[in-house]
């Protein structure tokens, strides 16, 4: 297991690593740094001046090496856009996102499960149909349109929450929902065919011939088994509401990575673009390597294999 576990963990560093050399070089690519710092109507004198003070004049290599070299130190580069320390500005907002995807995966764990629940207890009747389409409609929608319904809805027709901001857990409600929605239908799904699996199995129908009702069963037996591979697709859906954090923040003006990320885009601030881009990698690798290891301890032919 150890052996497992060293062997997927040095996988993920060199994925994450990979994340941010691409990264860093298609950033530089698409922009011109020293440019973007100095404004569209300095003079090229001027743009100079800052390439040179920025160490920008070096070639593309020297400079991921050197990022790199100051990533593995803790220095994470200075903002151009805050005129301060990275490490600082993602310290400031981390907060803020990670309270926002704990509280999206609560959402979904809230609404999928119990959904894939009653549709495996009930499989091709209209609840079933009714889980699945509940699931597609979440699927389909994107998190932009949703976020702007739930604020006209709950933020303007009907006042019931705060629609901007992170002061309280009142602000979290709305963007919660709106960014775990988007994971309702995957684990929806994979509760529902865990469940129909279990239902169907050997040990169940003994149960059922001594006398145990359905609620009985689901809740001694047959849910305990068929959530084990959904505990390790809620891992993955936690690193991927970091990255999919960005539009939620955005559209409800919450101060965390997600808007952080966008308001460095927009102002070419490529050092704190490519911290947080190596972040979400870093959380959304280490969060698949939780999945595995899950996966290995739950099933042993993982490991053997």
Known sequence: MLKYILLRGLLAIAVAFTVSLAAFFLLNAATDPAQAIAGEDATQEVVETIRARYGLDQPLPV????????????????????????AELVAERAGTTI???LSALFVTILIAIPLGAFAALNPNSWIDRVALGVAVSAQAVPNFWLGLIMIILFGVMMPIFPVS???TWRHFVLPAFVLGASSVPAVMRLTRTGLIEVMGADYIRTARSKGFRSGALLRRHALRNALLPVI??????????FGGSVITESIFAINGLG????????????????MLIF????????????ADILNAALDPRIRIG
């Open 63 to 86: 400079r991921y090496a050197q990022w790199l070299g100051g990533v593995l130190r803790g220095d994470f580069g200075e903002s151009y856009y805050w005129h301060k320390p990275v």
């Open 99 to 101: 309270t926002l995807a």
């Open 165 to 167: 901001g992170d002061d």
């Open 232 to 241: 390790s697709v809620l891992a993955v859906q936690l690193g991927q509401k």
């Open 259 to 274: 808007r952080l990320a966008l308001e460095s885009i927009l102002g070419a601030d490529i050092p704190t673009v490519q």
């Open 279 to 290: 972040v979400f990698a870093i959380v959304f690798v280490a969060m698949n390597l939780v």
